[in-house]
């Protein structure tokens, strides 16, 4: 039996490479990429480059033939410097590419796997101003015309859409079929009658586009139905359940960075003569954040080699969820009041993980979804 915080050779090494691309190549830009809410187009080429936009898709069509594990890794490492960069690659790889490998037909995945493993952002695009936790009562409708559908409505929230050049959509070809209307599609950017719209201007995670989407009677192609007409509802939640765990990884990273900045400045600031690292108020706040990061690891952890295990891993997925984004609240907090005054400054990274941290209780299902997920597990 493995413990499972031990990792193979190589996801040491996977790990060891993106930590050194996260500190020594995105960290010098985080100010820069929040104050001015857009990420580098160079670093976002350089992920690509080094496979973090590909990590699951098979070698064949240039991806990296990874672990599900692997995602977790890199989310993981890039959120302890920059929670942002983190989206890039989660949205990419656990929802995106994910769906993709698992529903799409073989024409389908020589179309869009190469470019999504080179250069092209992918996103997902589910919510709507009246469809949130309550996700398939989605507005946006898809009208069969024969060879093409037609679709209209506007699509809200959407991360990534900035960058994005594919998306995978969903839409309701028969409203009066409920939820089994709902069907996947992927779509170009550049298709007729669709638009990225405004982009928001928001608290935290800024440097990670979020816009909303306008479908004018955009065409898609028939090919281009992802899965089966009507299963699109299956499709959404078992990558949401999936992309769940990515994002307890996301919190963890960001409490993890939260953490060791407050620890440093701990050691280094004195008062009454001393460090405040010795004083016990200081010592057992931090001692006990320790201890909640580490749990939070073990259930993202957990979650993640069950689902690469191919065993039932739903329930684990929102308890991880659950637990690191209500644990990494707490840390970004306390890191804050460790810093003192300092601490609510832009010079002091304790600031923007405080801002960053707010958004893990509310997408992919909020923290009362995750609990209405356990509840039906303990409750049939």
């Known amino acids: 039996m493995t413990p499972l915080t031990e990792f193979s050779e190589e996801e040491q090494m996977y790990r060891a490479q993106v930590r050194q691309f996260a500190r020594e190549r995105i960290g010098p830009h985080v100010r820069e990429m929040d104050e001015q809410s857009k990420f580098r187009a160079d670093l976002l080429k350089e992920m690509f480059q080094l496979g973090l936009m590909g990590i699951e898709i098979p070698e064949e069509y240039g991806g990296q033939g990874g672990s599900f594990f692997q995602c977790v890794i890199a989310v ?3 959120s302890v410097i920059d929670p942002s960069a983190a989206i890039l690659v989660d949205v990419q790889n656990t929802i995106v590419n994910n769906a993709i490998i698992k529903w799409a037909t073989d024409a389908q995945k020589r179309q869009y796997l190469p470019g999504l493993a080179k250069d092209q952002v992918g996103c997902y695009a589910l919510s709507e101003a009246g469809s949130g936790s309550d996700a398939f009562a989605m507005a946006t409708t898809a009208v069969d015309e024969g060879d093409h559908f037609l679709l209209n409505g506007r699509k809200l929230w959407i991360s990534n859409a900035s960058e994005g050049k594919i998306f995978l959509l969903f839409a309701n070809a028969n409203p009066a079929a409920g939820y089994k209307g709902i069907t996947a599609f992927l779509i170009e950017r550049e298709f007729a009658g669709f638009q990225v719209g405004k982009k928001e201007d928001k608290l935290g995670l800024r440097a990670s586009s979020t816009c909303e989407l306008i479908l004018d009677n955009c065409r898609v192609p028939r090919e281009n139905v992802l899965g089966e007409v009507g299963k699109g509802y299956k499709i959404a939640i078992e990558t949401l359940n999936e ?31 001393k460090a405040i690292s010795e004083f016990q108020g200081v010592q057992f706040p931090l001692a006990e954040m320790a201890i909640e990061i580490e749990a939070a690891r073990l259930l993202v952890y957990n979650a993640a080699r069950l689902r690469d295990a191919g065993k039932p891993f739903v329930t684990e997925a929102a308890m991880a969820k659950y637990f690191s984004s209500v644990m990494a609240e707490k840390a970004a907090s306390l890191a804050v009041e460790t810093f003192g005054g300092i601490g609510i400054t832009k010079d002091c990274p304790a600031e923007k993980f405080y801002r960053d941290v707010k958004i893990g209780r509310i997408y992919e299902g909020t923290s009362n979804m995750q609990l ?3 509840g039906k597990k303990l409750f049939g």
């Open 76 to 78: 993981e490492e890039l």
């Open 243 to 273: 992309g769940r765990i990515a994002i307890g990884a996301q919190m963890i990273g960001l409490a993890r960075g939260a953490h060791d900045a407050a620890v440093a400045y701990a050691k280094q600031r004195k008062q009454f003569g």
């Open 372 to 374: 209405m997920t356990i």
